[in-house]
């Protein structure tokens, strides 16, 4: 969170699933995409997607995880991810992937 506020992102951050929900419902009007792990307590990546997905359907959402992008994306892809991360990633990578999903999103 810190790295990328450095980068110029206004950043809110939950550790597990169910508190990230909860903060998109209270915060939805001025969150513009979601970085999202596959592996949390309390409400895993993919229920977590499915609840962010069904609350705002056009809410990009770029999906992290350890396991191979195609493992990821077979899961996924049919529920409309706009991008992946493969663990590790660098600075770089995230805070390219974030612009390019979050612009595209105001085209």
Known sequence: AALLQK?????LSASNGLEGVNLLRDHHEEVVGVLLDLTM???????????IHSLYPNLPV??????????????????????????????????????????????
């Open 62 to 107: 770029i999906l992290s995880s350890g396991f191979t992008k195609d493992e990821a994306l077979s899961r996924f892809k049919r529920l409309g991810i706009n991008a992946f991360l493969q663990k590790p990633y660098s600075m770089e990578d995230l805070t390219s992937v974030l612009y390019q999903v979050c612009n595209s999103q105001r085209s």
């Open 41 to 51: 307590p309390h409400m895993n990546g993919e229920e977590a997607f499915l609840e």
């Open 7 to 11: 980068s110029g992102f206004h950043v």
